[in-house]
């Protein structure tokens, strides 16, 4: 089994910054990929950035130049850092990850999701 535990979330004013975290534990072989996702009220979950094993990044485009995706090795761990923020970004974040388990199996784990509201 492998789970996801994620954290960082909470209120903050425009233009503030907010540092997410998702720690990924259990059963592991290998992570392949690490990822945020969020969703608004009314909205479809949209990807916002992701990080491949050789380093790439993915972001969108509507965070580009204010979210940084990094990750921690040797912590399994995936973090968001959230500069500039607006009041569009506001939604729940869900740290999603592409994993190999022991058993050889890849599959993709979800972590419960934290909230982050941006307004003044």
């Known amino acids: 089994q492998v789970q996801l535990v994620e954290s960082g979330g909470g209120l903050v004013q425009p233009g503030g910054s907010l540092r997410l975290s998702c720690a990924a534990s259990?059963?592991?072989?290998?992570?392949?990929?690490m990822g945020w996702y969020r969703q608004a009220p009314g909205n479809q979950r949209e990807l916002v950035a992701a990080?491949?094993?050789?380093?790439?990044?993915n972001y969108a485009d509507s965070v580009k130049g204010r979210f940084t995706i990094s990750r921690d090795n040797a912590k399994n761990t995936v973090y968001l850092q959230m500069n500039s923020l607006k009041p569009e970004d506001t939604a729940v974040y869900h740290c999603?990850?592409?994993?190999?388990?022991?058993?050889?199996?890849?599959?993709?784990?979800w972590g419960q999701g934290t909230q982050v509201t941006v307004s003044s």
């Open positions: 999603s990850s592409r994993i190999t388990g022991t058993d050889g199996y890849e599959l993709y784990y």
């Open positions: 259990g059963s592991i072989f290998s992570i392949n990929a």
């Open positions: 990080i491949i094993s050789d380093g790439s990044t």
